[in-house]
Nanobody, 127 residues
Framework: QVQLVESGGGLVQAGGSLRLSCAVS????????MGWFRQAPGKEREFVAS????????YLVDSVKGRFTIVKDNSKNTVYLQMNDLEPEDTAVYYC????????????????????WGQGTQVTVSS
């Protein structure tokens, strides 16, 4: 059974930082592209970042470029989302996701190719 468990969310002031973690079990983590998505109240779930199965290539939505990064640590079966210079607009529930197939580029910018999802972690940025 594939499980993804996010942690690290919380309340932070604008300009602050958080690091989200997603621990993965039940699949060969090193073979899978990973992604982070977020969903604000009343909005669709949107793509934030993804990484190739190797972890070498990363993809970010324009609104977070220069502030967020995604890191895949195969030794820990964990993917991280480092978020710096947070803005109130970043307030959302953040979800990590794993690709439906191994050995993919992860260059998707959308939900369709992600099969497995975590339960989400709340990030709230106050102004």
């Amino acid at each position: 059974q594939v499980q993804l468990v996010e942690s690290g969310g919380g309340l932070v002031q604008a300009g602050g930082s958080l690091r989200l973690s997603c621990a993965v079990s039940g699949l060969t983590f090193s073979q899978y592209a990973m992604g982070w998505f977020r969903q604000a109240p009343g909005k669709e779930r949107e793509f934030v970042a993804s990484t190739s199965w190797t972890g070498v290539s990363i993809y970010l939505v324009d609104s977070v470029k220069g502030r967020f990064t995604i890191v895949k640590d195969n030794s820990k079966n964990t993917v991280y989302l480092q978020m710096n210079d947070l803005e109130p607009e970043d307030t959302a529930v953040y979800y990590c996701a794993a690709d439906r197939r191994p050995y993919s580029s992860g260059r998707y910018y959308s939900r369709e190719n992600f099969e497995y999802w975590g339960q989400g972690t709340q990030v709230t940025v106050s102004s």
